[in-house]
């Protein structure tokens, strides 16, 4: 039983556009949901994270939706960027429990073309 | 700067051999954790680790075993390997950070191929 579905499983972007990755998930004991950016050959990296109390939260040019009633959440990448070409996994946890265990999407591999 | 270290980043082992994958943290976090991860299959757990000497089964323990016997180091085990154990073999920990948050931090991954 997949417990956060990833979507979509790739994505092509021009340089300047907005990048869109969606995830839900189902268990509602969920209380941490992280955003991994994985470039080749490496290991992910975390990028930027939301805890339910929120609905959104920006770094940079990165930010993540969080929309609790409907158990999803989203990562928007403006202005995307050829560096930006990379992986992208969201996660869920529960931040109390577990070991902080985070269970992972299945990944977003995302090319922004020049 | 914080970090997770794998001790090997490529690694060829022959069918039925025991290997050892070896990850060390400077982060005194308490979790540690062991992916396997493989095209099209995301991220799966094979084990992770809440505390020194004690350690719970993920989702593909099979063929896997794990130690630790200090904080700081978490080890994989194959216990003989197979053709299908090959793939990259990331090691994370995790634990509060300075930014406040509990994600994790992973290592640069071990390339293990079994031939």
């Known amino acids: 039983q997949q417990q956060v579905k990833q979507s979509p499983q790739s994505l092509i972007v021009q340089k300047g556009g907005i990048s869109i990755i969606n995830c839900a998930y189902e268990?509602?004991?969920?209380?941490?949901f992280p955003w991994y950016q994985q470039f080749p050959g490496k290991g992910p990296a975390l990028l930027i994270a939301?805890?339910?109390?929120?609905s959104e939260k920006k770094e940079g040019r990165f930010t993540i939706s969080f929309n609790k009633s409907a158990k999803q959440f989203s990562l928007h990448i403006m202005d995307s960027q050829p560096g930006d070409s990379a992986t992208y996994f969201c996660?869920?946890?529960?931040?109390?429990?577990?070991?902080?265990?985070?269970?992972f999407g299945d990944g977003t591999t995302l090319t922004v073309k020049p | 700067d914080v970090k997770v270290t794998q001790s090997s980043r490529y690694l060829v082992k022959r069918t039925g051999e025991k290997v050892f994958l070896e990850c060390v943290q400077d982060?005194?976090?308490?979790?540690m954790f062991w992916y396997r991860q493989d095209p099209g299959l995301g991220l799966r757990l094979i084990y992770f680790?809440?505390?020194?000497?004690?350690?719970e089964k993920g989702d593909i323990p099979e063929g896997y075993s794990v130690s630790r016997e200090k904080k700081e180091r978490f080890s994989l085990i194959l216990e003989s390997a197979s053709t299908n154990q090959t793939s990259m073999y990331l090691c994370?920990?995790?634990?509060?950070?300075?930014?406040?948050?509990?994600?994790?931090?992973f290592g640069s991954g071990t390339r293990l191929t079994v031939v």
């Open positions: 994370a920990s995790s634990g509060p950070s300075v930014r406040g948050s509990y994600g994790y931090t």
């Open positions: 680790s809440y505390d020194v000497k004690m350690k």
């Open positions: 996660a869920a946890s529960s931040f109390s429990t577990n070991a902080g265990k985070s269970t």
């Open positions: 268990n509602t004991a969920f209380d941490y």
């Open positions: 939301i805890r339910p109390d929120v």
């Open positions: 982060m005194d976090h308490e979790n």
